[in-house]
């Protein structure tokens, strides 16, 4: 069985439309995706808090028998983020909806570096505090390093993270706009970058040639949080024991799809 290591971004989701609170963040539903595949191991690194949030992110952790021996409680609040909901379900983020927590002062040391070198694949973000360590030790590690970029768009800053290369799976959750730079970053250089475009499925770039996939179909949007997450979990997975990017990319529009069928992202 694969081994993967989602780090650092565990939060509890506050939702005020729907009166409730889930445990999440990146990292633990990319490692809850994972894990439910049956098919990888899946562990959580970062830093929770002392409060009743640390609490809830343990037990969706032991929910789905995701690995948290290298979840620290350090003194302090969990990080959380309030997330508003519209009418047709997608998701929107008001001003100061985000509490960084114990969440930001995470690292990984160097004693940390043989745990984190023994994994298949580990996934972050690029705004994770671990970031940085994880691109130094990325290019003396066999590790998969995979790196969701979020909803940023694209800049020619990003090209040094990939010329090792330092992340050898790129995510993004893209515009149509954004896709001949994607192309031609594969041209040059050895990364894998796969776009999601919400309702217009998503595109991957390997050396030049482009891999598409439609979206599954839902009856009805009830919530968009972790959809990509979901994606990239079982993206990971599937090209872990496959290799193939298109067997990949079904399996995640397929996860994706179940995501966007309840509160919460996992």
Avoid at 99 to 113: C, K, L, M, S
Avoid at 139 to 167: G, H, Q
């Amino acid at each position: 069985m694969k081994k993967i290591l989602c780090l650092s971004c565990t939060c509890v989701d506050i939702f005020p439309e729907k009166g409730t609170a889930e445990a999440g963040g990146n990292s633990l539903n990319v490692a809850a995706a994972c894990a439910k595949t049956g098919k990888a191991a899946a562990y959580l690194a970062g830093n929770i808090g002392t409060d009743l949030y640390a609490e809830d992110i343990k037990k969706k952790a032991d929910k789905y028998k995701i690995n948290r021996d290298y979840l620290r409680t350090v003194e302090g609040e969990s990080a959380s983020n309030t997330i508003q909901i519209t009418a047709d379900g997608d998701r929107f983020f008001a001003d100061g909806n985000w509490t960084d927590g114990v969440y930001a002062d995470f690292r990984i040391t160097e004693a940390d570096e043989p745990f984190v070198k023994s994994f298949d694949a580990v996934m972050t973000t690029i705004r994770d505090p671990a970031f940085p360590d994880l691109i130094k030790i990325s290019s003396e590690s066999k590790f998969l390093l995979c790196v969701d970029f979020m909803d940023f768009a694209p800049t020619e800053n990003w090209r040094k993270y990939f010329e090792k290369p330092a992340v050898n799976i790129f995510f993004i959750s893209g515009k149509q706009e954004y896709l001949p730079l994607l192309k031609q970053w594969s041209l040059e250089f050895p990364t894998l970058f796969v776009a999601t475009l919400g309702a217009d499925g998503s595109v991957a770039y390997r050396n030049g040639e482009e891999f598409k996939c439609k979206a599954v179909s839902v009856a009805e949007v009830i919530d968009t949080t972790g959809c990509g997450d979901s994606y990239q979990g079982v993206f990971v997975v599937d090209y872990l024991h496959n290799g193939d990017i298109e067997s990949a990319m079904r399996a995640s529009s397929e996860a994706a799809a179940v995501t966007l069928s309840f509160v919460g992202a996992c």
